[in-house]
Nanobody, 123 residues
Framework: QVQLVESGGGSVQAGGSLRLSCAASGLTFSFYAMGWFRQAPGKEREFVACMAGSGGSTYYADSVKGRFSISRDNAKNTVYLQMNSVKPEDTAVYYC????????????????WGQGTQVTVSS
């Protein structure tokens, strides 16, 4: 059974940085594309970033491109989201997700999800 556990969320001031981590277990990590999604209050869950199992193909939402960076350590079964120059509109619960196969921006393509970690950005 795939388990994903996010950590690293918290409160940060606008312009600051935060690094989220997602530890995966119960899967052959390198076979899975890993994604980050977020959900703000009253809004739908939206795509943030995704990376292929090999660390090759990488996709970002336009709203975070140039500020956020996704990376993974296949030896540690962990994917990261480095968040720089954060803005109040980045405030959301951030979810890690996994799917077998290629990287995708589509939420429906991901079958395994973590419980989420809260990120709050103050102005």
């Amino acid at each position: 059974q795939v388990q994903l556990v996010e950590s690293g969320g918290g409160s940060v001031q606008a312009g600051g940085s935060l690094r989220l981590s997602c530890a995966a277990s119960g899967l052959t990590f390198s076979f899975y594309a890993m994604g980050w999604f977020r959900q703000a209050p009253g809004k739908e869950r939206e795509f943030v970033a995704c990376m292929a199992g090999s660390g090759g193909s990488t996709y970002y939402a336009d709203s975070v491109k140039g500020r956020f960076s996704i990376s993974r350590d296949n030896a540690k079964n962990t994917v990261y989201l480095q968040m720089n120059s954060v803005k109040p509109e980045d405030t959301a619960v951030y979810y890690c997700a996994a799917r077998v196969g290629v990287a995708s921006k589509n939420r429906a393509d991901f079958g395994s999800w973590g419980q989420g970690t809260q990120v709050t950005v103050s102005s």
